[in-house]
């Protein structure tokens, strides 16, 4: 591959044949060479898990000037890990993760297997960011994203991003309005409220189904949950410190406790 | 159950017959009502994956006054979201996992299942402590933190902790000096170093074993990776807020992108 053009990674959780993940693949190529690997099968919701017991089977599918794909049978992360080290042939300038189909803002992110490989592409000191788009449609619509992903991909390359920094990009659903810009946020906090619903296999036996809604009462306008329902594609500076400094001295009461 | 002790759910992420597992339902039977709900299998690495596309089949193994025991197919955060929501009655007054084979200090908290399972408690507004053993040893010495599990655990029941965090306790293996006493500080920064050992099966297909070693060059006084290193119990506040707030206003540059 060209030594003087970038080297975008490219991997996601939806696996080879998501139509947003073939759209990224159709934009970074304009900016760089590009190696993509993705999963055998969809693994949303499999957040950071990695094949530490498993054996990973990886191919090279497809080759041509400027552009690899593989496949692999692991995580987004297992992906993530084995092509920056044995895959690409130096160490990629920039990590691309999506366009996932359905959001990955509040607190929904740590779930995400395109998230996770973002973070551990920051963890690795590599610029990565995650492009997810606010619909499940497996038929979305992505082309009103080009430019804004263009532009927030060439300001990455161009600058980089700060040290255990990556970035969390949510767009909105396509709708009559144009998007109205960008807006720099915060991850709002929510939660998944489970329902099991329980039903009853072949051989009579009990078994749930886990599925489930969204529920969040802090759509804040500093918010990327707020960003997104107003149109706006929000932008989260994202890290893997998940220490809340603020508690550390209050909590120094734990430091008295008796320990023999 | 009793409605006057308080209801203590229990999950890890080593499976049903890790002895760290039993060391820790033998400690909070003493505080407390105790539910437990382990995986079937060791689920080491699987983070904050959930079985959002497989039957979850969950069995009530064991049960005498003040506890009940349950095993489930699922991931430890499978197993905390059934627990909670369909096995426990009522809101358990609090969730502890581990007490876990191995450190989940600095960045390794974001593989680990038995502390996704504390995060996923804490999301849900439940009080929750995650407690690991600086040793793999399938058969470590726990004896050493009966006091300091039972100070730390009663402290939590009895004040409770701040909305949105949560508690990442790690211990130091035993060594021939006593612990010196409990820090409570922040997340290291670390990376695991990956060597994918290439193999071939038994039909002659190449695959990749995935091992590695833990690097950090941020073994800082405040951390707790240098709170292990020194004999003393990590105790680190944490939260699942991944927001770099510093660098929302400096990335306001971001907002002045084209976007169409």
């Known amino acids: ?18 139509k947003g993940l073939r759209k990224l693949v159709a934009l970074m190529r304009t900016l760089g060479d590009v190696v993509l690997i993705s999963t055998d099968e969809v693994m949303s919701a499999k957040s950071h898990s990695c094949s530490i017991r498993d054996r990973l089977y990886v191919s090279l599918v497809h080759e041509e000037d400027g552009f690899k794909e593989y496949r692999c049978n692991g995580t987004p992360v297992d992906c993530l890990k084995l092509a920056y080290q044995k895959l690409c042939g130096r160490q990629p300038d920039l ?3 999506g366009i996932n189909h359905g959001m990955n803002a509040a607190t929904t992110v740590v779930y995400s297997g ?10 690795n ?8 788009l606010f619909s499940l449609d497996p038929d979305a619509d992505f082309d009103h994203l080009d430019t804004a992903i263009l532009e927030i991909t060439k300001k990455v390359l161009n600058e980089g991003l ?12 396509r709708s009559e309005e144009p998007m109205k810009g960008i807006k720099v946020c915060r991850q709002a906090a929510c939660r998944w409220v489970e329902y099991f619903e329980e039903k009853y296999d ?15 009462d802090d759509i804040l306008p500093d918010t990327d949950l707020w ?34």
């Open 125 to 132: 000191g590599i610029d990565a960011i995650g492009y997810s």
């Open 162 to 173: 700060p040290k255990g920094v990556c970035l969390n990009v949510n767009f909105p659903k």
């Open 114 to 123: 395109t998230i996770a490989a973002v973070v551990e592409a920051c963890m």
């Open 202 to 216: 072949e051989q009579g036996r009990q078994y749930y189904d886990l599925d489930g809604t969204f529920e969040s």
């Open 1 to 18: 591959m060209d030594k003087k053009r970038p080297l975008i990674l490219i991997t996601n959780d939806d696996g080879y044949a998501a």
């Open 227 to 260: 960003a997104l329902q107003h149109n706006y594609i929000s932008v989260v500076p994202t890290c893997f410190d998940w220490t809340v400094h603020s508690q550390i001295e209050s909590m120094s009461a734990f430091e008295g406790l008796r320990i023999t």
């Open 95 to 97: 990590v691309v993760s």
